[in-house]
């Protein structure tokens, strides 16, 4: 309903903590040739110097490096991950987030890599492998909207678009009935001014 990006990207990292059962869902994207943190779930406004923040966007880049999406979890044998190293990184991470497990998931399309999604848990089993699926759907429409906002920022004519987008976003938000009569009525009055005799 909107290309407006932040505002995508925190509706986003809020309503996947809706449905996913984690404590904290966070979006870094690729612009401008760096990676950078662009949204955090529970958070309006990012501050990206906060406590954990610089910390939590170094795994974001990390991830993207990585080459493919990955779930690393706590568990009572310790760091359930394949690398050595993998295992040494979270196992500080870990300690140092608060979190026993993270979910990871690469936003790229035919494109490019646009971007990272990261869930992460307090308890390794609240986020488990079984959450990948549908974490992946979540993931495939996120990077169609920042591909639309991204192309719709280098639109020439961008800033005024953006008062029409968000005018049919409310009409979108207006109840279905009531959408219906107002649709009725307008076509109404036009078949009215167009047939009634002026003369």
Same mark, same amino acid.
């Given at each position: 309903?909107?290309?407006?990006?932040?505002?995508?990207?925190?509706?986003?990292?809020?309503?996947?903590?809706?449905?996913?059962?984690?404590?904290?869902?966070?979006?870094?994207?690729?612009?401008? =040739?760096?990676?950078?943190?662009?949204?955090?779930?529970?958070?309006?406004?990012?501050?990206?110097?906060?406590? =954990?923040?610089?910390?939590?966007? +170094?795994?974001?880049?990390?991830?993207?490096?990585?080459?493919?999406?990955?779930? *690393?979890?706590?568990? $009572?044998?310790?760091?359930?991950?394949?690398? $050595?190293?993998?295992?040494?990184?979270? =196992?500080?991470?870990? $300690?140092?987030?608060?979190?026993?497990?993270?979910?990871?998931?690469?936003?790229?399309?035919?494109?490019?890599? *646009?971007?990272?999604?990261?869930? $992460?848990?307090?308890?390794?089993?609240?986020?488990?492998?079984?959450?990948?699926?549908?974490?992946?759907?979540?993931?495939?429409?996120?990077?169609?909207?920042?591909?639309?906002?991204?192309?719709?920022?280098?639109?020439?004519?961008? =800033?005024?678009?953006?008062?029409?987008?968000?005018?049919?976003?409310?009409?979108?938000?207006?109840?279905?009935?009531?959408?219906?009569?107002?649709? +009725?009525?307008?076509?109404?009055?036009?078949?009215?001014?167009?047939?009634?005799?002026?003369?």
């Amino acid at each position: 309903a909107t290309l407006a990006l932040d505002r995508v990207l925190t509706t986003t990292v809020n309503r996947i903590t809706s449905v996913i059962p984690c404590d904290r869902c966070t979006v870094a994207l690729h612009r401008k =040739g760096r990676w950078a943190l662009s949204a955090v779930s529970g958070e309006m406004k990012l501050d990206r110097k906060a406590a =954990g923040m610089p910390e939590l966007e +170094t795994m974001h880049i990390w991830l993207a490096g990585s080459g493919g999406d990955c779930t *690393v979890l706590q568990t $009572e044998e310790g760091i359930d991950a394949e690398r $050595e190293e993998t295992r040494d990184k979270f =196992g500080a991470y870990f $300690e140092q987030a608060g979190m026993s497990a993270f979910m990871g998931i690469l936003l790229r399309d035919e494109e490019s890599i *646009v971007g990272t999604l990261v869930l $992460e848990g307090k308890e390794a089993g609240g986020l488990a492998h079984a959450h990948y699926d549908l974490a992946r759907i979540f993931a495939s429409q996120v990077t169609v909207a920042v591909r639309n906002a991204l192309l719709y920022q280098q639109m020439p004519l961008a =800033g005024m678009l953006q008062p029409l987008a968000e005018k049919r976003a409310r009409f979108a938000a207006i109840p279905a009935v009531r959408r219906s009569v107002m649709i +009725t009525l307008a076509v109404a009055l036009v078949a009215f001014l167009a047939f009634f005799p002026w003369y």
